[in-house]
């Protein structure tokens, strides 16, 4: 009696089989990080600041690329569906805010209507309404588009829903292409707000402005700032809305298993409803921050960043917030750092090289748990 | 005027894709003489077509003859992607990549021994028999000892394939500068570099980029095939993407400066004539559906419905998936090699990660699983996106691709609503249908069967 147990549950009995000559493997990926390793830290002794410079550099892509990856991860958490169309209601959110700052100046709005408001009011405020509008815009179209393409689609075969997504990813990008829309020329961003330099050399200083700062120093902006704050925010607020609210607990429920979530009383549709509009409003939030922080917009500006914020979603574990974040600011570094010490355009290369090889690693991502496959 | 044009080119491609389809049902006939009477009769007409003008203008123009090379590359390249996701349910996005290393390196070998230089086509022949060889001996180690972790395969492999890479280089450098000389001298072109020598190297280009693009896909296969399904489709759009980096500096991180990087690769001799497309596009339809229709298709099949129930019935999953994704790449590599020499133009813009999703949509548009249907689909969607680029040329002037592309994804939600199942569902046609298996109860039949026995005993 005893023995049959023992011999089922001692797994050193097992055969346990993909053993033999895994050192070959190992050694494999050992060679590659020591490789990378060394490239990072011989930077690292040779130049410090430029590597600190190139450091912050990649936070400040990183935190982009997080506000992103939250709409990719918490949408495939749901439906299952890599929403390509995704990155374009990123374009939109840069496009929103572009006209309504160079066009019909919204950000001067509180100049106008209380002419004793403070500057620094004044410039808050003004920007917080740009990017609001922004944010709206963009969650209405989530909401059209989920409407109007998704929603049909609902009980097709997947692979219906995913054309579906490149179509509305096309159509958004060409449409925007035309040149009543916005055409498809690189346009010049203007700033809703001035930009603010410091450097860190024994202390933190401001760049007086048209002065170089001084050599081994690094510099940040308010842009800098205002990209992390806003995306740890950002987290902050999802990570309450996810954990803590009545919406939040209907989201998981229906991402763990939509028909007993419809047999608890949950409306699916507008818990899926309500997952594509915030993660619109992020996108357009990090929209509006991408623009500010590159200043300079085209019709197809959402093609590469909504890329790799995928790709970082993947990386952290699809599906799940935490990962999103940590695959996004790994996502930001390691183009930053290819950049800076290997060459520009192998960033695209180098991203997709790092997301094969956690894959391998580990397949489920970062964060992610090991998921039955259902087909 | 223009619409006119367009009407008429359009009852042109679909004769043409009639004639095909009528030499499919020809194929599937018992008869011999019907198959090869078939193959002629299509051919010489197309080429007629082809080669005959009437009232001072050809009956295929250059625009026709350009659509119909296109839409039979789009085949080879469709068909390759069914085989992946139709038949083996792998979700792919790395076709596309397939097929640019195809082009480049089939473009890159005519390059070359056009221009007196025969390195390419003996660096990449020889290194990818090699290569071959190489894979083949490292399996039979691999499978010799087993439990060996995919990691561990593929670190295996990848050094396996680097050595040959590099006997290969040296080796090929030392007889290509023996060979020079014959090919093209300063003064005067050598015999090797017209007339049917030529034809042989423009053939075996193509041949070698496809075992290429098929080897580099075991490689990138091998460790990324054991992902579920939409991590394959990411890395593999990586791949593409990768791929597409690596071509816009094919001129400053890849040795090859007469790629030109961004610029484009100019100077590719144009030799893909109609018969060199209708070879290779016929040849990749007889290699498919022998493929589909034989054990190993089954296997392929039974791995798209049930891996665990494949597994349980001794099929080797991973194996079979590989198989297919390799198969799949040697098509897509096929097809680069014959639009790179049709077109003589190559340019890392035509291999984007953007333009990955056309060999997916073609194979979704004409029914996944279904040879036929891609057939069509190829043919159908480079009219309709060429054709309505004419259309809205004529009348739009530069905005002409941006409304093209305002067209195409609505054709796209209305097909994805109403027929999710692509236009012809798993309908095949003629030669692409299975044939219906007799059973046969001979005593022979018995006799081989215990002979095999025999044999294992022995053994």
């Known amino acids: 009696m005893q023995p049959a147990i023992t011999s089922q549950s001692s797994p050193s009995k097992v055969h346990r089989p993909k053993q033999r000559l895994a050192w070959i493997g190992q050694g494999f990926l050992l060679v590659l990080v020591i490789g990378i390793v060394y490239v990072v830290a011989s930077n690292l002794i040779k130049a410090p600041t430029l590597f600190g410079q190139i450091v912050l550099s990649g936070l400040q892509l990183g935190f982009v690329y997080a506000l992103i990856a939250l709409g990719y991860t918490m949408v495939y958490g749901i439906v299952k569906l890599i929403n390509f169309a ?58 059209t588009m989920e409407r109007v393409a998704y929603r049909p689609l609902r009980d097709a075969p997947r692979i219906a829903a995913l054309i579906t997504a490149i179509g509305v990813s096309f159509f958004l990008e060409y449409f925007g292409a035309l040149s009543f829309v916005f055409s498809s020329r690189f346009i010049p961003y203007q700033r809703p707000f001035e930009v603010v330099a410091w450097y860190i050399k024994d202390g933190i200083h401001l760049v007086v402005p048209g002065q170089a700062p001084p050599a081994q120093s690094i510099t940040f902006s308010n842009i800098f700032l205002i990209i992390v704050v806003a995306s740890i925010l950002v987290q902050l607020v999802l990570q309450y809305l996810v954990r803590r609210t009545k919406i939040g607990i209907a989201m998981r429920a229906t991402s763990f298993d939509k028909q007993a979530a419809r047999l608890m009383g949950i409306n699916v549709d507008q818990v899926i409803s309500f997952t594509f509009a915030i993660g619109a409003a992020f996108a357009g939030l990090g929209g509006v921050l991408y623009a500010v922080a590159y200043s300079s917009i085209y019709s197809q500006l959402g093609l590469l960043p909504g890329l790799k914020a995928f790709v970082a979603a993947v990386l952290g574990g ?41 894959l391998l690693v580990r397949p489920t991502g970062i964060f992610g748990e090991p998921e039955k496959e259902k087909a | 005027m223009e619409l006119g044009f367009l009407v008429i080119s359009i009852v042109k491609i679909f004769i043409i894709l009639a004639a095909i389809y009528g030499l499919l049902w020809a194929l599937g006939h018992p008869r011999l003489w019907v198959k090869l009477a078939g193959i002629v009769v299509v051919f010489g007409v197309v080429q007629l077509a082809l080669s005959i003008s009437v009232g001072g203008s050809m009956i295929m123009n250059d625009f026709d003859k350009g659509l119909l090379f296109q839409a039979a590359t789009m085949a080879m390249v469709g068909l390759g992607l069914n085989l992946i996701y139709g038949f083996n349910g792998q979700f792919s996005l790395g076709q596309w990549g397939f097929y640019g290393i195809g082009a480049y390196a089939a473009a890159d070998i005519t390059y070359r021994w056009v221009n007196g230089d025969a390195s390419g086509l003996l660096v990449l022949g020889i290194g990818v028999l090699l290569a071959g060889v190489m894979i083949l001996w490292i399996g039979r180690f691999i499978r010799k000892y087993r439990d060996i972790p995919v990691l561990s395969q593929f670190t295996l492999y990848l050094l396996g394939t680097l050595a040959t890479g590099f006997i290969a280089l040296l080796i090929g450098t030392a007889i290509a500068s023996g060979i020079n000389p014959m090919i093209k001298t300063a003064e005067s072109i050598g015999p090797l ?21 098929a080897e580099i896909s075991f490689l990138f296969g091998l460790p990324v095939l054991t992902l ?17 980096v690596l071509m816009v500096n094919t001129d400053t991180i890849l040795p090859f400066p007469e790629m030109r ?29 022998n493929v589909i229709h034989s054990t190993t298709g089954r296997t392929i099949m039974s791995v798209r419905e049930d891996e665990t129930a494949s597994r349980a019935m001794g099929i080797d999953v991973a194996g079979t998936k590989l198989l297919a994704f390799v198969i799949g790449s040697l098509f897509a590599g096929l097809g680069g090699g014959v639009y790179a020499h049709y077109i003589g133009f190559l340019s890392p813009g035509t291999f984007d990660f953007l333009a990955a999703f056309n060999p997916l949509i073609i194979v979704v548009f004409g029914g996944l699983g279904s040879m036929t249907g891609t057939i069509a689909a190829a043919f159908g969607w480079t009219f309709f996106l060429e054709g309505l680029l004419r259309v809205f040329l004529g009348q739009m002037g530069t905005e002409a691709p941006s409304w093209r592309f305002v067209f195409y994804p609505i054709s796209l939600l209305l097909l994805m609503l109403l027929r999710p199942q692509g236009l012809l569902g798993s309908i095949e046609w003629g030669f692409l249908k299975p044939e219906i298996i007799r059973p046969r109860l001979k005593p022979e039949a018995v006799a081989v069967g215990s002979s095999v026995d025999d044999r294992q005993g022995v053994k």
């Open chain 2, 193 to 213: 570099a017209q007339g049917l020598p030529l034809q042989i190297v423009f053939f075996l280009s193509i041949i070698f980029a496809g075992i290429f693009a």
């Open chain 2, 228 to 244: 579920g399904s939409d991590y394959f489709g990411i890395a593999t759009l990586g791949f593409t993407i990768v791929v597409n």
């Open chain 1, 86 to 143: 995704h990155a374009d209601v990123f374009m939109v959110g840069a496009f929103v805010s572009y006209y309504a700052v160079a066009r019909f100046s919204m950000h001067q709005w509180p100049v106008a209507v209380f002419p004793g408001i403070s500057p620094t009011m004044a410039v808050i405020i003004g920007s917080g309404t740009v990017i609001l509008l922004s944010m709206i815009v963009c969650t209405a179209l989530a909401v």
């Open chain 1, 318 to 358: 699809i599906g799940s917030i935490p990962g999103a974040f940590v695959g996004a600011l790994i996502m930001g570094q390691a183009e930053a750092l290819t950049m800076g010490y290997i060459s520009t355009p192998m960033r695209d290369a180098v991203a997709f090289s790092i997301l094969i090889l956690v």
């Open chain 2, 261 to 289: 990087g961004g610029r484009g690769m100019i100077g590719i001799p144009k030799l893909t004539t109609w018969f060199w497309a209708f070879f290779f596009l016929l040849a990749v339809i007889i290699i498919m559906r």
